[in-house]
T-cell receptor, first 115, second 114 residues
Framework: QQQVKQSPQSLIVQKGGISIINCAYE??????FPWYQQFPGKGPALLIA?????SEKKEGRFTISFNKSAKQFSLHIMDSQPGDSATYFC??????????????FGKGTLLTVNP | ETGVTQSPTHLIKTRGQQVTLRCSSQ?????VSWYQQALGQGPQFIFQ???????GRGNFPPRFSGLQFPNYSSELNVNALELDDSALYLC?????????????FGPGTRLTVL
């Protein structure tokens, strides 16, 4: 059972364009939603994260939009650059206010930004 | 500040063998989590260690086991290797407090089971 569903599987964007990756979840106990960026040969690195008490969070060119009622959240990358080409994972954490936590990941989106 | 390191980088084993993977946590971190990332998939939680004890486990069989040492470094052991165990094994460290803290990932160990 896949608890966090991510789409699309791959995405090709022209330099300067907007990249949009979507995720949906079922478990309402999730209360922390990070996005990770992974380059080949590297481990995932935290990009940006949001809690469900806000609908949007922006950091530089990266924005998370969160829709609690629809149980969906998305990553928008504005002015996409070739250096953004990587695999992006959405994730969710359950009971983040407690002491026992784990990351539940989506399957990932391979983003290619063409020059 | 030293980040999370893992060894070895790559490993090739045959079915039925046993393997030990190692992880050194980031300075100041006392919690280590292990994840398995199959090709083309997102990482899947294996287990977490805190104060040398297992603290939470994902849907993995008992042949996956671990250890945490007093210096917070950790080992992942897999017995009776199967072909499906071929994956990138990621270690992540964090500082244990009352609420969620960011997990910092190492570069992983690529395990191939033939």
């Amino acid at each position: 059972q896949q608890q966090v569903k991510q789409s699309p599987q791959s995405l090709i964007v022209q330099k300067g364009g907007i990249s949009i990756i979507n995720c949906a979840y079922e478990n309402t106990a999730f209360d922390y939603f990070p996005w990770y960026q992974q380059f080949p040969g590297k481990g995932p690195a935290l990009l940006i994260a949001i809690r469900p008490d806000v609908s949007e969070k922006k950091e530089g060119r990266f924005t998370i939009s969160f829709n609690k009622s629809a149980k969906q959240f998305s990553l928008h990358i504005m002015d996409s650059q070739p250096g953004d080409s990587a695999t992006y994972f959405c994730a969710a954490v359950k009971n983040s206010g407690g002491s026992n936590y784990k990351l539940t990941f989506g399957k990932g989106t391979l983003l290619t930004v063409n020059p | 500040e030293t980040g999370v390191t893992q060894s070895p980088t790559h490993l090739i084993k045959t079915r039925g063998q046993q393997v030990t993977l190692r992880c050194s946590s980031q300075s100041g971190h006392n919690t280590v989590s292990w994840y398995q990332q199959a090709l083309g998939q997102g990482p899947q939680f294996i287990f977490q260690y805190y104060r040398e004890e297992e603290n939470g486990r994902g849907n993995f069989p008992p042949r996956f086991s671990g250890l945490q040492f007093p210096n917070y470094s950790s080992e992942l052991n897999v017995n009776a290797l199967e072909l499906d165990d071929s994956a990138l094994y990621l270690c992540a460290s964090s500082s244990r407090q009352e609420s969620y803290n960011e997990q910092f990932f190492g570069p992983g160990t690529r395990l191939t089971v033939l």
